[in-house]
């Protein structure tokens, strides 16, 4: 499986952005997606993630802000984040596994990273 994001961007404080990554391999659409973020100097964090079926699951800084979802047709996972905030600033990584959990090491393939900035 390969996943491809993109979507990333300089956007205010309170701003708007939407990643999307699209999965390209066999049975694609079937893995669970998770986003993770990694600031410099910082260790990769979990930001949200989502089953094929559709549950979702979310790290406790964003929730209410960020909302992820899938196009399992597309093979398509987006992650709409509200309200950014400077602190949100990074590079968001999707990747994909056979469950969603919070742990890195469950996911077994990853993309390349879009950078968010949110700054004024």
């Known amino acids: 499986v390969q996943l491809q994001a993109s979507g990333g961007g300089l956007v205010q404080p309170g701003g708007s952005l939407r990643l999307l990554c699209e999965a390209f391999?066999?049975?694609?659409?079937?893995?669970?997606m998770g986003w993770f973020r990694q600031a410099p100097g910082t260790e990769r964090e979990f930001v949200a993630a989502?089953?094929?079926?559709?549950?979702?699951t979310y790290a406790d800084s964003v929730k209410g802000r960020f909302f992820v979802s899938g196009d399992n047709a597309k093979a398509t996972v987006y992650l709409q984040m509200n309200n950014l905030r400077p602190e949100d600033t990074a590079t968001y990584y999707c990747?994909?596994?056979?469950?969603?959990?919070?742990?890195?090491?469950?996911?077994?393939?990853w993309g390349q990273g879009t950078l968010v900035t949110v700054s004024s």
């Open positions: 990747a994909a596994g056979e469950t969603i959990r919070h742990d890195a090491d469950s996911y077994n393939y």
């Open positions: 391999g066999r049975a694609s659409s079937r893995y669970a």
């Open positions: 989502i089953s094929w079926s559709g549950h979702s």
